[in-house]
């Protein structure tokens, strides 16, 4: 597994397979977009396959803040230790700062706090119809 902080060289064709279970999940093709348009990203590649299987994303101010809005390791590839060296190194980029933030669904507190996060309090809205990102 080969580990990248950059977007060079990778294609919608290399993102296929991601957003699973989502109602109306983005296309490659904004996929691509919202990977570029982070300040953050850790991509896991599969060398022999040429494929993204994993990748975490992060907004972030440059000073103070940072917030992971994404989190993904193609089915496939679950439970071989890949989201845990995609956060692991995402945290890493960002110690610099005062705080990293992110939001998850109550069953996945555990794991993230054995990667040395804490369970806080936050609010959130969703737009659901915009999910796509189209």
Not at 13 to 38: E, I, Q, Y
Not at 72 to 80: D, G, M, S
């Amino acid at each position: 597994m080969m580990y990248v902080n950059s977007m060079d060289g990778i294609s919608s064709a290399m993102v296929d397979g991601f957003f699973v279970d989502w109602p109306n999940p983005p296309s490659a093709r904004t996929h691509l977009k919202l990977l570029a348009g982070s300040s953050h990203v850790v991509l896991a590649i599969d060398e022999g396959k040429n494929k993204v299987v994993g990748f975490i994303t992060a907004i972030s101010d440059g000073v103070l803040s940072a917030y992971i809005p994404l989190l993904e390791v193609l089915p496939a590839y679950q439970n071989k230790g890949i989201g845990n060296e995609l956060v692991s190194r995402m945290l890493k980029q960002l110690e610099h700062l005062y705080m990293i933030d992110l939001c998850c669904d109550d069953d996945l507190v555990p794991y993230y706090e054995k990667l040395g996060m804490m369970k806080g309090t936050g609010m959130l809205k969703r737009n659901y119809d915009r999910q796509s990102g189209e």
